[in-house]
Protein backbone atom coordinates (compact mmCIF):
# COMPACT_ATOMS: atom_id res chain seq x y z
CA UNK A 1 0.00 0.00 0.00
CA UNK A 2 2.62 2.49 1.21
CA UNK A 3 4.53 1.40 -2.24
CA UNK A 4 1.48 2.49 -3.94
CA UNK A 5 1.11 5.84 -3.14
CA UNK A 6 4.53 6.65 -3.86
CA UNK A 7 4.26 6.04 -7.27
CA UNK A 8 3.37 9.29 -8.32
CA UNK A 9 6.69 10.77 -6.25
CA UNK A 10 8.11 8.22 -8.24
CA UNK A 11 6.90 9.46 -11.73
CA UNK A 12 7.33 12.99 -10.81
CA UNK A 13 11.09 12.63 -10.70
CA UNK A 14 11.24 13.13 -14.18
CA UNK A 15 10.10 16.48 -15.40
CA UNK A 16 7.26 16.83 -17.29
CA UNK A 17 7.84 17.86 -20.51
CA UNK A 18 10.10 14.88 -20.90
CA UNK A 19 6.67 12.89 -20.69
CA UNK A 20 4.99 15.32 -23.53
CA UNK A 21 7.96 15.09 -25.79
CA UNK A 22 8.55 11.11 -25.44
CA UNK A 23 4.64 10.69 -26.14
CA UNK A 24 4.74 12.78 -28.72
CA UNK A 25 7.52 10.84 -30.26
CA UNK A 26 5.27 7.78 -29.67
CA UNK A 27 2.12 9.10 -31.31
CA UNK A 28 4.44 10.69 -34.41
CA UNK A 29 5.73 7.47 -34.60
CA UNK A 30 2.50 5.88 -34.86
CA UNK A 31 1.11 8.42 -37.63
CA UNK A 32 3.95 7.63 -39.85
CA UNK A 33 3.56 4.29 -39.35
CA UNK A 34 0.05 4.76 -40.48
CA UNK A 35 0.89 6.40 -43.59
CA UNK A 36 3.67 5.03 -45.06
CA UNK A 37 2.84 0.84 -44.31
CA UNK A 38 1.14 -1.20 -46.89
CA UNK A 39 0.29 -4.04 -44.70
CA UNK A 40 -2.91 -3.57 -42.98
CA UNK A 41 -1.96 -5.64 -39.57
CA UNK A 42 1.14 -3.41 -39.41
CA UNK A 43 -0.72 -0.42 -39.81
CA UNK A 44 -3.22 -1.30 -36.88
CA UNK A 45 -0.36 -1.58 -34.74
CA UNK A 46 0.64 1.54 -35.82
CA UNK A 47 -2.95 3.23 -34.69
CA UNK A 48 -2.67 1.28 -31.28
CA UNK A 49 0.69 2.71 -30.62
CA UNK A 50 -0.60 6.19 -31.07
CA UNK A 51 -3.50 5.00 -28.45
CA UNK A 52 -0.69 3.82 -25.72
CA UNK A 53 1.17 7.07 -26.40
CA UNK A 54 -2.39 8.67 -25.35
CA UNK A 55 -2.49 6.31 -22.52
CA UNK A 56 1.06 7.03 -21.25
CA UNK A 57 0.56 11.00 -21.59
CA UNK A 58 -2.80 10.46 -19.40
CA UNK A 59 -1.56 8.90 -16.76
CA UNK A 60 1.67 11.38 -16.43
CA UNK A 61 -0.86 14.30 -16.93
CA UNK A 62 -2.72 12.72 -14.22
CA UNK A 63 0.14 11.82 -11.63
CA UNK A 64 1.40 15.59 -12.03
CA UNK A 65 -2.38 17.22 -11.02
CA UNK A 66 -2.92 14.42 -8.39
CA UNK A 67 -6.20 13.76 -10.01
CA UNK A 68 -7.55 10.78 -10.81
CA UNK A 69 -9.72 10.99 -13.73
CA UNK A 70 -7.27 10.99 -16.20
CA UNK A 71 -5.88 7.23 -15.10
CA UNK A 72 -9.89 6.67 -15.47
CA UNK A 73 -10.36 7.93 -18.86
CA UNK A 74 -7.06 4.94 -19.84
CA UNK A 75 -8.83 2.26 -18.31
CA UNK A 76 -11.95 3.84 -20.95
CA UNK A 77 -9.41 3.39 -23.92
CA UNK A 78 -8.35 0.34 -23.45
CA UNK A 79 -11.65 -1.20 -22.86
CA UNK A 80 -12.93 0.33 -26.26
CA UNK A 81 -9.33 -0.09 -28.18
CA UNK A 82 -9.72 -3.97 -27.18
CA UNK A 83 -13.56 -3.64 -28.57
CA UNK A 84 -11.89 -1.98 -31.60
CA UNK A 85 -9.31 -4.79 -32.35
CA UNK A 86 -11.83 -7.54 -32.08
CA UNK A 87 -13.56 -5.69 -35.23
CA UNK A 88 -10.66 -4.70 -36.53
CA UNK A 89 -9.26 -8.44 -36.72
CA UNK A 90 -12.77 -9.56 -38.40
CA UNK A 91 -12.39 -7.39 -40.84
CA UNK A 92 -9.11 -8.49 -41.81
CA UNK A 93 -9.88 -11.98 -41.63
CA UNK A 94 -12.78 -11.09 -44.02
CA UNK A 95 -11.06 -9.91 -46.18
CA UNK A 96 -8.41 -12.12 -45.88
CA UNK A 97 -10.68 -15.52 -47.33
CA UNK A 98 -11.80 -13.73 -50.10
CA UNK A 99 -8.00 -12.23 -51.51
CA UNK A 100 -5.65 -14.24 -49.62
CA UNK A 101 -3.78 -11.52 -48.74
CA UNK A 102 -3.79 -8.52 -46.09
CA UNK A 103 -1.56 -5.73 -48.16
CA UNK A 104 -4.10 -2.59 -48.71
CA UNK A 105 -2.53 -1.49 -52.19
CA UNK A 106 -4.58 -4.73 -53.44
CA UNK A 107 -7.75 -2.91 -52.25
CA UNK A 108 -8.38 -0.65 -55.05
CA UNK A 109 -11.47 -1.81 -56.42
CA UNK A 110 -12.86 1.66 -55.40
CA UNK A 111 -11.04 4.62 -56.64
CA UNK A 112 -9.44 7.01 -54.63
CA UNK B 1 -31.58 10.07 -20.89
CA UNK B 2 -34.10 7.15 -20.66
CA UNK B 3 -33.19 6.70 -24.22
CA UNK B 4 -30.07 5.09 -24.07
CA UNK B 5 -30.87 2.98 -21.56
CA UNK B 6 -33.58 1.73 -23.19
CA UNK B 7 -32.24 1.56 -26.69
CA UNK B 8 -29.41 -1.10 -25.32
CA UNK B 9 -32.09 -2.96 -23.86
CA UNK B 10 -34.20 -3.08 -27.08
CA UNK B 11 -30.57 -3.89 -28.89
CA UNK B 12 -30.35 -7.29 -26.86
CA UNK B 13 -33.88 -7.82 -27.40
CA UNK B 14 -33.45 -8.24 -30.87
CA UNK B 15 -30.60 -10.15 -31.23
CA UNK B 16 -32.74 -12.66 -29.31
CA UNK B 17 -35.46 -11.68 -31.27
CA UNK B 18 -32.96 -13.12 -33.72
CA UNK B 19 -33.62 -16.60 -32.61
CA UNK B 20 -37.17 -17.20 -33.02
CA UNK B 21 -37.55 -18.47 -37.14
CA UNK B 22 -39.86 -14.96 -38.00
CA UNK B 23 -37.99 -12.52 -39.54
CA UNK B 24 -41.37 -10.74 -40.37
CA UNK B 25 -41.42 -9.84 -37.16
CA UNK B 26 -38.43 -8.18 -36.93
CA UNK B 27 -38.65 -5.10 -38.67
CA UNK B 28 -41.96 -3.69 -36.76
CA UNK B 29 -40.37 -4.52 -33.48
CA UNK B 30 -37.34 -2.30 -34.22
CA UNK B 31 -39.89 0.19 -35.63
CA UNK B 32 -41.61 -0.01 -32.09
CA UNK B 33 -38.43 0.48 -30.52
CA UNK B 34 -37.29 3.43 -31.95
CA UNK B 35 -40.26 4.64 -31.49
CA UNK B 36 -40.32 4.29 -28.08
CA UNK B 37 -37.39 5.42 -27.62
CA UNK B 38 -38.32 8.98 -29.34
CA UNK B 39 -41.25 8.82 -26.84
CA UNK B 40 -38.75 8.62 -23.77
CA UNK B 41 -36.10 11.09 -25.27
CA UNK B 42 -39.51 13.42 -25.86
CA UNK B 43 -40.09 13.46 -21.89
CA UNK B 44 -37.35 15.12 -21.10
CA UNK B 45 -38.22 18.28 -22.90
CA UNK B 46 -38.02 21.33 -20.86
CA UNK B 47 -36.25 19.76 -17.95
CA UNK B 48 -32.20 20.16 -17.46
CA UNK B 49 -30.79 17.44 -16.02
CA UNK B 50 -27.18 15.80 -15.52
CA UNK B 51 -26.74 11.90 -15.52
CA UNK B 52 -24.51 9.73 -13.99
CA UNK B 53 -21.95 11.77 -11.51
CA UNK B 54 -21.80 14.77 -14.37
CA UNK B 55 -20.92 12.60 -17.28
CA UNK B 56 -24.23 13.50 -19.19
CA UNK B 57 -26.51 16.41 -19.40
CA UNK B 58 -30.13 16.51 -20.89
CA UNK B 59 -31.45 20.29 -22.15
CA UNK B 60 -34.14 21.03 -25.18
CA UNK B 61 -30.82 21.18 -27.38
CA UNK B 62 -29.92 17.54 -26.72
CA UNK B 63 -33.49 16.35 -27.15
CA UNK B 64 -33.95 18.32 -30.60
CA UNK B 65 -30.52 16.76 -31.79
CA UNK B 66 -31.35 13.36 -30.46
CA UNK B 67 -35.11 13.95 -31.70
CA UNK B 68 -33.69 14.24 -35.03
CA UNK B 69 -31.79 11.13 -34.98
CA UNK B 70 -34.18 9.12 -33.67
CA UNK B 71 -36.72 10.29 -36.68
CA UNK B 72 -33.41 9.56 -38.76
CA UNK B 73 -33.49 5.77 -37.47
CA UNK B 74 -37.01 5.46 -37.62
CA UNK B 75 -37.27 6.55 -41.41
CA UNK B 76 -33.68 3.93 -42.69
CA UNK B 77 -35.06 1.11 -40.89
CA UNK B 78 -38.27 2.01 -42.30
CA UNK B 79 -36.94 1.78 -45.92
CA UNK B 80 -34.85 -1.35 -44.97
CA UNK B 81 -37.57 -4.13 -45.84
CA UNK B 82 -35.73 -6.77 -44.15
CA UNK B 83 -32.71 -7.14 -46.03
CA UNK B 84 -34.28 -9.42 -48.56
CA UNK B 85 -35.33 -13.21 -48.41
CA UNK B 86 -31.38 -14.40 -48.54
CA UNK B 87 -31.65 -16.38 -46.01
CA UNK B 88 -27.91 -17.61 -45.44
CA UNK B 89 -26.25 -14.60 -46.04
CA UNK B 90 -28.32 -11.52 -44.38
CA UNK B 91 -28.53 -11.57 -40.45
CA UNK B 92 -31.39 -8.81 -39.82
CA UNK B 93 -31.50 -9.30 -36.18
CA UNK B 94 -27.84 -8.66 -35.79
CA UNK B 95 -28.30 -5.45 -38.35
CA UNK B 96 -30.98 -4.37 -36.73
CA UNK B 97 -29.67 -4.55 -33.19
CA UNK B 98 -26.02 -3.19 -34.05
CA UNK B 99 -28.12 0.09 -35.61
CA UNK B 100 -30.04 0.27 -32.12
CA UNK B 101 -26.21 0.55 -30.47
CA UNK B 102 -24.86 2.74 -32.99
CA UNK B 103 -28.21 5.47 -31.77
CA UNK B 104 -26.94 5.16 -28.19
CA UNK B 105 -23.54 6.33 -29.32
CA UNK B 106 -24.91 9.17 -31.25
CA UNK B 107 -27.04 10.22 -28.44
CA UNK B 108 -24.02 9.84 -26.06
CA UNK B 109 -22.48 11.95 -28.84
CA UNK B 110 -25.34 14.50 -28.06
CA UNK B 111 -25.56 14.70 -24.76
CA UNK B 112 -22.04 14.65 -23.44
CA UNK B 113 -20.71 16.60 -20.79
CA UNK B 114 -17.64 14.99 -19.87
CA UNK B 115 -15.10 14.22 -22.69
CA UNK B 116 -14.75 10.50 -21.74
CA UNK B 117 -18.55 10.10 -22.87
CA UNK B 118 -18.04 12.01 -26.04
CA UNK B 119 -15.28 9.64 -27.00
CA UNK B 120 -17.12 6.51 -25.88
CA UNK B 121 -19.87 7.34 -27.86
CA UNK B 122 -17.96 8.43 -30.59
CA UNK B 123 -16.43 4.49 -30.32
CA UNK B 124 -19.50 2.70 -30.32
CA UNK B 125 -21.01 4.69 -32.87
CA UNK B 126 -17.90 4.22 -35.02
CA UNK B 127 -17.48 0.37 -34.44
CA UNK B 128 -21.03 -0.33 -35.17
CA UNK B 129 -20.33 1.33 -38.46
CA UNK B 130 -17.11 -0.55 -39.17
CA UNK B 131 -19.06 -3.85 -39.21
CA UNK B 132 -22.27 -2.63 -40.74
CA UNK B 133 -19.99 -1.24 -43.59
CA UNK B 134 -18.50 -4.61 -43.99
CA UNK B 135 -21.85 -6.45 -43.99
CA UNK B 136 -21.78 -7.52 -47.41
CA UNK B 137 -19.08 -10.04 -46.43
CA UNK B 138 -18.69 -11.74 -50.13
CA UNK B 139 -18.73 -8.12 -51.95
CA UNK B 140 -14.96 -7.19 -52.41
CA UNK B 141 -16.14 -3.62 -52.59
CA UNK B 142 -17.70 -4.16 -48.84
CA UNK B 143 -14.73 -5.73 -47.60
CA UNK B 144 -12.37 -2.59 -49.06
CA UNK B 145 -15.19 -0.07 -47.46
CA UNK B 146 -15.21 -1.64 -44.38
CA UNK B 147 -11.26 -1.61 -44.49
CA UNK B 148 -10.94 1.81 -45.06
CA UNK B 149 -13.36 3.38 -42.48
CA UNK B 150 -11.92 0.95 -40.02
CA UNK B 151 -8.18 2.37 -40.27
CA UNK B 152 -9.49 5.88 -41.35
CA UNK B 153 -11.50 6.06 -38.44
CA UNK B 154 -9.19 4.39 -36.03
CA UNK B 155 -6.54 7.18 -37.10
CA UNK B 156 -8.87 9.66 -36.69
CA UNK B 157 -10.08 8.69 -32.79
CA UNK B 158 -6.29 8.28 -32.13
CA UNK B 159 -5.91 11.84 -33.19
CA UNK B 160 -8.91 13.02 -31.53
CA UNK B 161 -7.65 11.24 -27.71
CA UNK B 162 -4.32 12.84 -28.49
CA UNK B 163 -5.82 16.48 -28.34
CA UNK B 164 -8.16 15.53 -25.15
CA UNK B 165 -5.06 14.57 -23.50
CA UNK B 166 -3.36 17.68 -24.10
CA UNK B 167 -6.41 19.51 -23.30
CA UNK B 168 -6.35 17.77 -20.00
CA UNK B 169 -2.71 18.56 -19.56
CA UNK B 170 -3.82 22.15 -19.96
CA UNK B 171 -6.83 22.06 -18.01
CA UNK B 172 -6.84 19.18 -15.54
CA UNK B 173 -10.47 18.90 -15.98
CA UNK B 174 -12.39 16.24 -18.80
CA UNK B 175 -15.58 18.26 -17.87
CA UNK B 176 -16.42 21.07 -20.54
CA UNK B 177 -17.98 23.43 -18.55
CA UNK B 178 -14.69 22.90 -16.86
CA UNK B 179 -12.73 23.05 -19.53
CA UNK B 180 -15.08 26.15 -20.65
CA UNK B 181 -14.17 28.09 -17.39
CA UNK B 182 -10.45 27.49 -17.39
CA UNK B 183 -10.45 27.85 -21.35
CA UNK B 184 -11.80 31.86 -20.54
CA UNK B 185 -9.31 32.40 -17.70
CA UNK B 186 -6.54 31.09 -19.76
CA UNK B 187 -7.13 33.28 -22.81
CA UNK B 188 -6.51 35.93 -21.11
CA UNK B 189 -2.66 35.31 -22.60
CA UNK B 190 -1.24 33.12 -20.32
CA UNK B 191 -2.61 29.27 -21.77
CA UNK B 192 -0.22 26.81 -22.33
CA UNK B 193 0.55 26.16 -25.74
CA UNK B 194 -0.61 22.49 -25.24
CA UNK B 195 -3.98 23.90 -25.23
CA UNK B 196 -4.09 24.94 -28.16
CA UNK B 197 -2.83 21.89 -30.04
CA UNK B 198 -4.54 19.92 -27.99
CA UNK B 199 -7.91 22.23 -29.32
CA UNK B 200 -6.83 21.84 -32.75
CA UNK B 201 -6.30 17.89 -32.77
CA UNK B 202 -9.96 17.55 -31.24
CA UNK B 203 -11.54 19.65 -33.73
CA UNK B 204 -9.71 17.47 -36.63
CA UNK B 205 -10.47 14.17 -35.19
CA UNK B 206 -14.10 15.70 -35.11
CA UNK B 207 -13.81 16.60 -38.89
CA UNK B 208 -12.61 13.22 -39.52
CA UNK B 209 -15.62 11.80 -38.64
CA UNK B 210 -17.90 13.96 -40.28
CA UNK B 211 -15.67 14.15 -43.51
CA UNK B 212 -14.66 17.47 -43.93
CA UNK B 213 -12.20 18.22 -46.59
CA UNK B 214 -9.15 17.93 -46.18
CA UNK B 215 -10.26 15.10 -44.20
CA UNK B 216 -12.73 13.45 -46.18
CA UNK B 217 -10.95 10.51 -48.48
CA UNK B 218 -12.87 7.98 -47.07
CA UNK B 219 -15.75 9.15 -47.33
CA UNK B 220 -16.85 8.00 -51.21
CA UNK B 221 -15.35 4.85 -51.20
CA UNK B 222 -17.12 4.06 -47.88
CA UNK B 223 -20.12 5.01 -48.97
CA UNK B 224 -20.01 3.67 -52.47
CA UNK B 225 -18.72 0.06 -51.08
CA UNK B 226 -21.23 0.18 -48.19
CA UNK B 227 -24.78 -1.48 -48.57
CA UNK B 228 -26.95 1.27 -50.01
CA UNK B 229 -29.06 0.88 -46.31
CA UNK B 230 -26.12 1.53 -44.32
CA UNK B 231 -25.04 4.35 -46.53
CA UNK B 232 -28.26 6.03 -45.61
CA UNK B 233 -27.83 5.02 -42.21
CA UNK B 234 -24.03 6.86 -42.03
CA UNK B 235 -24.53 9.88 -44.26
CA UNK B 236 -27.48 11.10 -42.06
CA UNK B 237 -26.84 9.46 -38.19
CA UNK B 238 -23.80 9.83 -37.82
CA UNK B 239 -23.27 13.36 -39.99
CA UNK B 240 -26.05 14.41 -37.26
CA UNK B 241 -24.54 13.17 -33.91
CA UNK B 242 -20.85 14.71 -35.52
CA UNK B 243 -21.98 18.01 -35.95
CA UNK B 244 -23.87 18.14 -32.47
CA UNK B 245 -20.69 17.37 -30.66
CA UNK B 246 -18.80 19.82 -32.79
CA UNK B 247 -21.20 22.62 -31.93
CA UNK B 248 -21.00 21.55 -28.47
CA UNK B 249 -17.46 21.59 -28.26
CA UNK B 250 -16.83 25.19 -30.65
CA UNK B 251 -20.09 27.07 -29.33
CA UNK B 252 -19.33 25.83 -25.49
CA UNK B 253 -16.10 24.70 -24.26
CA UNK B 254 -13.77 25.94 -27.33
CA UNK B 255 -15.15 29.55 -27.10
CA UNK B 256 -12.62 31.31 -25.23
CA UNK B 257 -10.25 30.76 -27.27
CA UNK B 258 -12.21 31.75 -30.66
CA UNK B 259 -9.32 33.09 -31.98
CA UNK B 260 -6.66 30.30 -32.41
CA UNK B 261 -9.62 28.10 -33.98
CA UNK B 262 -11.87 30.57 -36.04
CA UNK B 263 -9.84 31.21 -39.09
CA UNK B 264 -8.57 27.88 -39.73
CA UNK B 265 -12.26 26.56 -39.57
CA UNK B 266 -13.24 29.12 -42.38
CA UNK B 267 -10.50 28.14 -44.64
CA UNK B 268 -11.71 24.66 -44.12
CA UNK B 269 -14.98 24.97 -44.81
CA UNK B 270 -14.12 27.16 -48.05
CA UNK B 271 -12.15 23.79 -49.45
CA UNK B 272 -15.13 21.49 -47.82
CA UNK B 273 -17.58 23.15 -50.14
CA UNK B 274 -15.26 23.31 -52.73
CA UNK B 275 -13.91 19.76 -53.06
CA UNK B 276 -17.28 18.50 -52.38
CA UNK B 277 -19.07 20.26 -55.56
CA UNK B 278 -16.68 20.19 -57.85
CA UNK B 279 -15.25 16.80 -57.40
CA UNK B 280 -19.15 15.53 -57.56
CA UNK B 281 -19.75 17.50 -60.91
CA UNK B 282 -17.23 14.52 -62.29
CA UNK B 283 -19.29 11.57 -60.68
CA UNK B 284 -20.67 8.56 -62.76
CA UNK B 285 -21.88 7.12 -59.93
CA UNK B 286 -25.09 8.20 -58.16
CA UNK B 287 -23.74 6.77 -54.51
CA UNK B 288 -20.95 8.15 -54.96
CA UNK B 289 -22.46 11.24 -56.08
CA UNK B 290 -24.18 11.17 -52.62
CA UNK B 291 -21.07 10.76 -50.87
CA UNK B 292 -19.70 14.44 -52.35
CA UNK B 293 -22.70 15.86 -51.64
CA UNK B 294 -22.70 14.79 -48.25
CA UNK B 295 -18.97 16.49 -47.84
CA UNK B 296 -20.49 19.69 -49.28
CA UNK B 297 -23.39 19.21 -46.65
CA UNK B 298 -20.64 18.86 -44.40
CA UNK B 299 -19.46 22.45 -45.48
CA UNK B 300 -22.57 24.14 -45.21
CA UNK B 301 -23.32 23.21 -41.89
CA UNK B 302 -19.70 23.77 -40.76
CA UNK B 303 -20.75 27.70 -41.65
CA UNK B 304 -22.94 28.04 -38.81
CA UNK B 305 -21.61 25.21 -36.21
CA UNK B 306 -18.57 27.98 -35.79
CA UNK B 307 -20.06 30.02 -33.27
CA UNK B 308 -23.06 30.11 -30.47
CA UNK B 309 -25.63 32.68 -31.66
CA UNK B 310 -28.98 32.71 -30.94
CA UNK B 311 -30.44 31.05 -33.89
CA UNK B 312 -27.07 28.90 -34.95
CA UNK B 313 -28.72 25.94 -33.35
CA UNK B 314 -31.98 25.89 -34.68
CA UNK B 315 -30.48 26.49 -38.07
CA UNK B 316 -28.37 23.24 -37.47
CA UNK B 317 -30.66 21.43 -36.61
CA UNK B 318 -33.19 22.54 -39.81
CA UNK B 319 -30.85 21.80 -41.85
CA UNK B 320 -29.77 18.17 -40.61
CA UNK B 321 -33.55 17.22 -40.89
CA UNK B 322 -34.11 18.64 -43.70
CA UNK B 323 -30.79 17.20 -45.37
CA UNK B 324 -31.52 13.75 -42.92
CA UNK B 325 -35.20 13.75 -45.44
CA UNK B 326 -34.02 14.62 -48.48
CA UNK B 327 -30.93 11.97 -48.48
CA UNK B 328 -33.13 8.75 -47.31
CA UNK B 329 -35.33 9.21 -49.60
CA UNK B 330 -32.92 9.45 -52.31
CA UNK B 331 -31.68 6.52 -51.24
CA UNK B 332 -34.49 4.16 -50.93
CA UNK B 333 -35.50 5.24 -54.66
CA UNK B 334 -32.02 4.07 -55.49
CA UNK B 335 -32.40 0.75 -53.59
CA UNK B 336 -35.35 -0.15 -55.14
CA UNK B 337 -34.74 0.56 -58.51
CA UNK B 338 -31.07 -1.04 -58.31
CA UNK B 339 -32.66 -4.39 -57.05
CA UNK B 340 -35.54 -4.41 -59.40
CA UNK B 341 -32.77 -4.21 -61.98
CA UNK B 342 -30.78 -6.86 -60.34
CA UNK B 343 -33.68 -9.42 -60.31
CA UNK B 344 -34.41 -8.98 -63.88
CA UNK B 345 -30.48 -10.19 -63.76
CA UNK B 346 -29.41 -6.91 -65.48
CA UNK B 347 -26.14 -5.48 -65.22
CA UNK B 348 -26.36 -2.80 -62.02
CA UNK B 349 -23.97 -0.15 -61.43
CA UNK B 350 -25.62 2.45 -59.39
CA UNK B 351 -24.78 5.29 -62.01
CA UNK B 352 -26.99 8.09 -62.88
CA UNK B 353 -28.12 6.01 -66.17
CA UNK B 354 -30.16 3.73 -63.43
CA UNK B 355 -32.80 6.18 -63.46
CA UNK B 356 -32.82 6.08 -67.30
CA UNK B 357 -37.37 6.24 -67.93
CA UNK B 358 -37.88 5.91 -64.84
CA UNK B 359 -40.94 8.15 -64.66
CA UNK B 360 -42.82 6.31 -67.26
CA UNK B 361 -43.60 3.34 -65.46
CA UNK B 362 -43.30 4.67 -61.79
CA UNK B 363 -44.08 8.04 -61.05
CA UNK B 364 -44.19 7.70 -57.61
CA UNK B 365 -40.19 7.02 -57.36
CA UNK B 366 -39.27 9.51 -60.05
CA UNK B 367 -41.59 12.22 -57.76
CA UNK B 368 -39.86 11.10 -54.41
CA UNK B 369 -36.76 11.06 -56.89
CA UNK B 370 -37.20 14.73 -57.78
CA UNK B 371 -38.06 16.13 -54.57
CA UNK B 372 -35.46 14.69 -52.52
CA UNK B 373 -32.78 15.93 -55.10
CA UNK B 374 -34.38 19.85 -55.54
CA UNK B 375 -34.47 19.91 -51.63
CA UNK B 376 -31.09 19.00 -51.50
CA UNK B 377 -30.07 21.57 -54.58
CA UNK B 378 -31.83 23.91 -51.81
CA UNK B 379 -34.81 24.68 -54.56
CA UNK B 380 -37.49 26.91 -52.96
CA UNK B 381 -40.74 25.27 -52.00
CA UNK B 382 -38.65 22.17 -50.25
CA UNK B 383 -37.32 22.05 -46.93
CA UNK B 384 -33.51 22.11 -48.35
CA UNK B 385 -34.02 25.80 -49.50
CA UNK B 386 -34.82 26.85 -46.05
CA UNK B 387 -32.19 24.86 -44.23
CA UNK B 388 -29.51 26.66 -46.79
CA UNK B 389 -30.97 30.23 -46.24
CA UNK B 390 -30.97 30.17 -42.34
CA UNK B 391 -27.32 28.98 -42.73
CA UNK B 392 -26.92 32.17 -44.89
CA UNK B 393 -28.50 34.37 -43.22
CA UNK B 394 -27.17 33.37 -39.81
CA UNK B 395 -23.54 33.93 -41.47
CA UNK B 396 -24.55 36.85 -43.21
CA UNK B 397 -25.19 38.41 -40.21
CA UNK B 398 -22.24 37.54 -37.78
CA UNK B 399 -20.59 38.77 -40.99
CA UNK B 400 -18.22 36.10 -42.45
CA UNK B 401 -19.12 36.59 -46.11
CA UNK B 402 -15.79 35.08 -48.09
CA UNK B 403 -16.73 31.61 -46.48
CA UNK B 404 -20.47 32.86 -47.38
CA UNK B 405 -20.08 33.97 -51.21
CA UNK B 406 -18.12 31.04 -51.56
CA UNK B 407 -21.07 28.66 -50.28
CA UNK B 408 -23.66 30.88 -52.77
CA UNK B 409 -21.37 29.89 -55.27
CA UNK B 410 -21.32 26.32 -54.54
CA UNK B 411 -24.81 25.87 -54.06
CA UNK B 412 -24.97 27.35 -57.60
CA UNK B 413 -22.92 24.11 -58.80
CA UNK B 414 -24.51 22.16 -56.44
CA UNK B 415 -27.97 22.02 -59.28
CA UNK B 416 -25.94 20.87 -61.75
CA UNK B 417 -25.31 17.40 -60.51
CA UNK B 418 -28.58 17.33 -58.62
CA UNK B 419 -30.67 17.60 -61.71
CA UNK B 420 -28.55 15.01 -63.81
CA UNK B 421 -30.78 12.65 -61.75
CA UNK B 422 -33.90 14.19 -62.54
CA UNK B 423 -33.23 14.48 -66.21
CA UNK B 424 -32.35 10.54 -66.58
CA UNK B 425 -35.68 10.12 -64.78
CA UNK B 426 -37.48 12.10 -67.11
CA UNK B 427 -35.58 12.85 -70.10
CA UNK B 428 -33.83 9.66 -70.92
CA UNK B 429 -35.08 7.30 -73.02
CA UNK B 430 -34.77 3.81 -70.59
CA UNK B 431 -36.78 0.91 -69.18
CA UNK B 432 -37.66 0.42 -65.90
CA UNK B 433 -40.37 -1.96 -65.29
CA UNK B 434 -42.80 -1.22 -63.04
CA UNK B 435 -41.99 -1.44 -59.49
CA UNK B 436 -44.35 -3.13 -57.24
CA UNK B 437 -44.22 -1.47 -53.42
CA UNK B 438 -44.46 -2.52 -50.48
CA UNK B 439 -47.23 -0.72 -48.17
CA UNK B 440 -44.83 0.18 -45.70
CA UNK B 441 -41.91 1.11 -48.14
CA UNK B 442 -44.64 3.02 -50.33
CA UNK B 443 -46.00 5.18 -47.05
CA UNK B 444 -42.48 6.16 -45.65
CA UNK B 445 -41.81 7.75 -48.85
CA UNK B 446 -44.81 9.58 -49.01
CA UNK B 447 -43.87 11.03 -45.75
CA UNK B 448 -40.69 11.64 -46.93
CA UNK B 449 -41.53 13.83 -49.82
CA UNK B 450 -44.58 15.45 -47.64
CA UNK B 451 -42.13 16.07 -44.64
CA UNK B 452 -39.90 17.91 -47.20
CA UNK B 453 -42.64 19.77 -49.13
CA UNK B 454 -44.37 21.13 -46.35
CA UNK B 455 -41.56 22.08 -44.29
CA UNK B 456 -40.69 23.70 -47.54
CA UNK B 457 -43.76 26.22 -47.26
CA UNK B 458 -44.04 26.09 -43.62
CA UNK B 459 -40.70 25.91 -41.65
CA UNK B 460 -42.06 27.29 -38.69
CA UNK B 461 -43.70 24.77 -37.92
CA UNK B 462 -40.26 22.71 -36.81
CA UNK B 463 -37.86 25.85 -36.47
CA UNK B 464 -40.34 27.21 -33.76
CA UNK B 465 -39.86 24.01 -31.64
CA UNK B 466 -35.55 23.63 -32.12
Request: net charge neutral; hydrophobic share 55%; charged share 10%.
Amino acid sequence: MQQMQQIPDVIKLIPLNFYVLFSSALFCIGIVGVLTRRNAIIIFMSVELMLNAVNLLLAAFSSYRADPSGQIFVFFIMAVAAAEVAVGLAIIVMIYRNIQTIDVGILNKLKW
Amino acid sequence: MNSIIALSLFGIANLFLGFLNNRKILLPATLAFVLVALGLNLADWNQEYLWFNNMLRTNNLSVNFASVILVATFLVVAVSRGFGDDEEHTHPAEYYAIMLFSVVGAIMMVTFENLIMLFVGLEILSVSMYILTGTDKRNLRSNEAALKYFLMGAFATGILLFGIALIYGATGSFNIHGIEALVLTAAGGSAPALLYIGIVMVIIGLLFKVSAAPFHFWTPDVYEGAPAIFTAFMSTVVKTAGFAALFRLLGGAFTGVYGTWIYILYFLTMLTLIIGNITAVYQQSFKRMLAYSSISHAGYLMLTATAKVAHTQSSILFYSLAYSVATISAFAVLMVVAETKESNAEKTNENFDIFNGLAKNNPLLAFVLTVSMLSLAGIPLTAGFWGKFFIFSDAFQRGIVVPLVVAVLMSAVGIYYYFKAIISAYFKEGDVPAIELKPIYKITLIVTTLLTIVLGIAPDLVKSIF
